[in-house]
């Protein structure tokens, strides 16, 4: 199981890294590097892309779960 959580941590995905670090290292969320994580979720742009979506008038069936952004 460490190597696969080992894994997930070298992932470039702000998300991946926050949610293994709670979920499966169980951390709490006043660890250093969860928040240093957390904090690196904010400002990513993949939270960005999901944030516009909400300002969007468009319906989300519409969207593309894969597109870029």
Avoid: C, P
């Amino acid at each position: 199981m460490d190597n696969i959580i080992n894994w997930l941590l070298e992932n470039n995905s702000s998300q991946i890294k926050y949610r293994t670090m709670l979920e499966l290292q169980g951390r709490g969320k006043d660890d250093i590097e969860v928040k240093r994580a957390y904090k690196n979720l904010l400002d990513s742009n993949e939270l960005k892309f999901v944030m516009d979506k909400f300002k969007m008038k468009s319906k989300w069936e519409h969207l593309n779960a894969l597109g870029s952004y």
